[in-house]
T-cell receptor, first 116, second 110 residues
Framework: NAGVTQTPKFRVLKTGQSMTLLCAQD?????MYWYRQDPGMGLRLIHY???????AKGEVPDGYNVSRLKKQNFLLGLESAAPSQTSVYFC???????????????FGPGTRLTVT | GQSLEQPSEVTAVEGAIVQINCTYQ??????LSWYQQHDGGAPTFLSY????GLEETGRFSSFLSRSDSYGYLLLQELQMKDSASYFC???????????FGPGTRLSVLP
């Protein structure tokens, strides 16, 4: 199993450009998340999904959109990139056992995005 | 809302024991998790406490006191490879999202 994979690994954008980050997981997990991590800081949740076709806002959703058309994929879009969106983006997935709330997340390797 | 506090840095020598504390404020509580992240890497899950007490996994142990809104990660027999950042995390009021602490950077010296 590949676990959680992210595409691309690195990207440089100019202000105003758009892009989509792809996250894929092969563990059949219901829950998927997008985080951003800035230098020396913890992870901040951007958007998340509790199942195929559902998405919800996290702590810092402005400037981002997401879609989860297939259970295994979670896409993060930047419509008009800004320098403040320079960050490392992590995707994660998790599962619940017997309807309980999830407690363990599996993270992808991250995407390093620079907006100039 | 939720907030978590951790020391920003901890330094220890190889073979020693170190404790990383985490205090939290939440309106609902579904358990405390710990993650390790090496520089340039992704966070990896270490442990989880839903109930009070100590959970042991090899050299790592995690403790929770719900009455004190406090937990800690205990690392024994420190090795150089344990140099990393450690994050505590709680779930939100609905149990769906995770809120991470700011992280503690552990440096293990020879």
């Amino acid at each position: 199993n590949a676990g959680v994979t992210q595409t691309p690994k690195f990207r440089v954008l100019k202000t105003g450009q758009s892009m989509t980050l792809l996250c894929a997981q092969d563990m059949n997990h219901e829950y998927m998340y997008w985080y951003r991590q800035d230098p020396g800081m913890g992870l901040r949740l951007i958007h998340y999904s509790v199942g195929e076709g559902t998405t919800a806002k996290g702590e810092v959703p402005d400037g981002y959109n997401v879609s989860r058309l297939k259970k295994q994929n979670f896409l993060l879009g930047l419509e008009s990139a800004a320098p403040s969106q320079t960050s490392v983006y992590f995707c994660a997935s998790s599962y619940s056992v017997s309807g309980s709330t999830p407690y363990e997340q599996y993270f992808g390797p991250g995407t390093r995005l620079t907006v100039t | 809302g939720q907030s978590l506090e951790q020391p920003s840095e901890v330094t220890a020598v190889e073979g020693a024991i170190v404790q990383i504390n985490c205090t939290y404020q939440t309106s609902g509580f579904y358990g405390l998790s710990w993650y390790q992240q090496h520089d340039g890497g992704a966070p990896t899950f270490l442990s989880y406490n839903a109930l009070d007490g100590l959970e042991e996994t090899g050299r790592f142990s995690s403790f929770l006191s719900r009455s004190d809104s406090y937990g800690y990660l205990l690392l024994q027999e420190l090795q150089m490879k344990d140099s990393a950042s450690y994050f505590c995390a709680v779930r939100d009021d609905y149990g769906q999202n995770f809120v991470f602490g700011p992280g503690t950077r552990l440096s293990v010296l020879p």
